[in-house]
């Protein structure tokens, strides 16, 4: 089903109509167009090394080395180096630092046993320090800090406390911990104090709240207790000096950010939940962005790499602790680099034609029309913003906002009137129809309208549910709350909460782009009386998501509400206070990407001059008052600001010479880049498909390399902030839809 007609969702007017646009093609190929966030910081993000699986085993196989070259220097001869040495009398006391040199010394004799037979000695598996010489709690820290930064390879340490109350330190052979925690023959029954998982089949397999955990006893930080032949062996949380989320930049090709991902949190063995992103990315794209994860080991992240499941779009790099979770909106812009296809030759955009960037905008379409948007572009929200299902998500949220909570439920399943007629027509009144669906994201989009049409003709929500495929997450939470007779109200409450406020957030959307539309026709495309700017000239507008109903989809169903605050009520932000321009002077000293229009909400103004189109236009287009907006019971709709107009930054184009038109590579990609400083001689012509910064024509979406261009071929980049549409100022280039591209 194809995005909305521009005029269906208020997008009507340009910022200069009278700048003649040109034709051509947008993402003609996925390679043609690439997206690099710019951090809060104004950093722009990029690969910045090549974590590859050769790398990855490389430095797992040299690391496992030293640990047998440290490993093997123990025994009777064994002794500290002299810096080790002065750092462990500091930090354990002479006393307990020859003692553990004593330790080391007798570790070789388990080996040295196998080969004596029964009755030889055996190592000691752990020994423990008198806290005479490490009394309190920062000698104690000092202590395991210095024994960890030597011998951490082969050692482990913990605080142990006697019965009596006294608290000691001990110091244990990782391979000996390793033993103590394999299982044995007999072992379940056996387990210390009876909490083990293994008090019979049943217990092990416990399902519920109850059903997890049985066998250790977890402590709040994390930590896991475990029983062994020795004593109480620590399985370490979190480090308490660590900071608590990682943050990675994650660079992908031809996939979304979801898709990505989820299919990362697979890999690690980790929820869905434990990640976030300030933004969505586009999926016919190649993209870098930041991603954070909750408590996750970048050696463990950097590991999975060599995971079988690992998707090879994707890459990883510049992971580092952060202490701050990273949310929606936590981003200044994005730069888009964009390749354009297929432009009549009459643009005049032939490197060896009259026109080329360097020779100034006067002389030729291409050039006038670049200078022109170079002054701006009407800020409205893309046709991403409202779906490509025939149901559109101004619709629902309509629905939402009215309250109306069955209309709602039955919109998002694709359920309205008229449409009941419709299909039965269609599949002829024989079983479930056969009719096949295109929207994003669907595995099996046959199936989806089998299980969509039984609900529709029969209003069997169990039944339904049986065939819808797992990757609908949004209709199976519904349909499932159907089947289990919850309210449709209910039912709303249980899809993340994300996605009821990107429906909600899509009504207030439609209204601010038709409220746009008539405020340029009524008084032109320059600052009035009456409008609104911000008070404080460093004031920024978040004004919405910065991701689409469809990402959302992709995620799984335990992205839970609590994991969304990015959109939740705790997390609202405080709008920056606005003033209306009072005379003509004060219109003159401000330019249109000064005005801001609010997004219907409880804590916007309206300005003078338009607040009552505000009602109009949301009576008649959506049946709902402004109050309405203000109401909602479901999810808060505070309101926001959002310019009119916006200016892009560094928007630089250029003519790509005929010999370089039917190459994929017109952009190069981080990964090309990095490739080629490491192999400077060697930079490859062709590729392998499927290999990340390196999509051969023969990959998935790519297109044949001697594919003869039928036009001239431009390539061109900006920045834009976070909320801007790309697609809204190719509209403005181009003087052209953006409905099917």
């Known amino acids: 089903m194809p995005h909305a007609l521009e005029e269906e969702v208020g997008i009507t007017e340009y910022l200069s109509p009278e700048v003649q646009g040109f034709s051509g093609n947008f993402k003609e190929r996925w390679q043609d167009f690439h997206v690099y966030e710019v951090d809060q910081g104004g950093v722009e993000l990029h690969l910045s090394e090549l974590i590859t699986p050769g790398a990855v085993a490389a430095e797992l196989k040299k690391n496992a080395e030293e640990r047998r070259e440290a490993r093997s220097a123990l ?107 394999a299982p044995t023959p007999g072992s379940q029954a056996q387990t210390s104090g009876g909490k083990g998982k293994g008090k019979g089949k049943a217990k092990s397999k416990a399902k519920g709240k109850g059903g997890k955990g049985k066998g250790k006893d977890k402590q709040q930080d994390g930590q896991e207790k475990v029983e062994s032949a020795f004593g109480t062996l620590r399985r370490e949380g979190w480090p308490k000096d660590r900071p608590d989320y990682l943050y990675f930049r994650l660079y992908k090709e031809n996939c979304n950010t979801g898709e990505a991902v989820s299919s990362i949190a697979r890999c690690v063995g980790r929820s869905v939940k ?99 948007v170079k002054g701006g572009f009407l800020n409205y929200f893309g046709l991403q913003r409202f779906g490509t299902r025939e149901v559109k998500t101004h619709q629902v949220g309509a629905a939402i906002i009215a309250g109306k909570w069955e209309e709602a439920v039955n919109l998002i399943l694709g359920v309205y009137e008229g449409k009941a007629k419709r299909a039965a027509q269609e599949s002829g009144g024989d079983r479930p129809s056969k009719l096949r669906r295109t929207d994003a994201g669907c595995v099996d989009a046959g199936q989806t309208t089998d299980a969509l049409t039984i609900f529709l003709e029969t209003g069997d929500a169990q039944k339904a549910l049986d065939v819808m495929p797992r990757s609908q997450h949004l209709e199976r939470c519904l349909l499932g709350a159907r089947a289990r007779g919850l309210p449709f109200a209910e039912a709303l409450r249980q899809l993340p909460h994300q996605a009821v406020s990107l429906y909600a957030h899509a009504a207030q959307s439609f209204i601010w782009n038709s409220v746009l539309s008539r405020r340029i026709r009524e008084f032109g495309r320059h600052p009035v009386v009456g409008d609104l700017v911000f008070a404080s000239p460093n004031a920024e507008a978040f004004d919405g998501d910065t991701c689409e109903i469809s990402d959302v989809m992709v995620k799984d169903s335990s992205n839970a509400p609590d994991e969304d605050a990015d959109l939740s009520e705790e997390d609202v932000r405080k709008l920056p206070a606005v003033r209306a321009l009072q005379n003509e002077e004060e219109a003159a000293a401000v330019t249109l990407a000064d005005v801001v229009l609010p997004l219907p909400g409880s804590e916007v103004v309206f300005p003078s001059n338009l607040t009552g189109v505000y009602e109009e236009l949301s009576q008649r287009l959506l049946g709902l008052s402004i109050s309405d907006f203000s109401n909602c019971s479901i999810v808060q709709l505070s309101g926001s600001y959002r310019a009119l107009a916006v200016s892009p930054k560094d928007l630089t184009w250029r003519a790509v010479p005929s010999e370089s038109r039917s190459s994929s590579s017109v952009l190069q990609t981080d990964v090309a880049l990095l490739l080629a400083e490491r192999e400077p001689q060697q930079v490859p012509q062709r590729h392998h498909a499927g290999d990340p910064g390196q999509s051969g024509e023969g990959a998935e979406g790519g297109e044949n390399e001697h594919h003869a261009e039928r036009g001239n071929v431009l390539a061109f980049d900006c920045v834009l902030p976070p909320s801007a549409y790309l697609t809204m100022l190719l509209r403005e280039l181009m003087k052209s839809s953006t409905s099917h591209q």
């Open 75 to 181: 025994g009777a001869s064994f002794t500290f180096e002299p810096d080790a040495a002065a750092e462990l009398d500091a930090a354990l006391g002479q006393g307990n630092a020859q003692e553990l040199q004593s330790f080391l010394q007798k570790q070789t004799v388990a080996e040295a046993s196998s080969d004596a037979g029964e009755g030889a000695a055996e190592a000691p598996a752990f020994v423990d320090f008198s806290s005479a010489e490490i009394d309190g709690k920062e000698a104690r820290k000092k202590a395991h800090a210095a024994i960890l930064k030597h011998f951490g390879s082969f050692l482990n340490t913990e605080t142990v406390e006697l019965p009596e109350g006294a608290r000691m330190l001990r110091i244990w052979m990782r391979e000996a911990e390793r033993k103590a925690k």
């Open 274 to 372: 434990q990640f976030s992103f300030a933004g969505t990315k586009d999926k016919r794209a190649v993209t870098v962005q930041a991603i954070c994860a909750h408590r996750l080991p970048a050696d463990q992240l950097r590991r999975t790499v060599l995971h079988r499941l690992w998707d090879k779009r994707l890459r990883i790099s510049d992971l580092e602790y952060r202490g701050e979770r990273l949310r929606l909106g936590q981003l200044r812009g994005n730069r888009f680099k964009v390749v354009l296809r297929n432009i009549p030759p009459q643009a005049d955009t032939d490197a060896s034609a009259a026109c080329v960037p360097e020779d100034g905008p006067e002389h030729c379409t291409l050039g006038q029309a670049f200078s022109a």
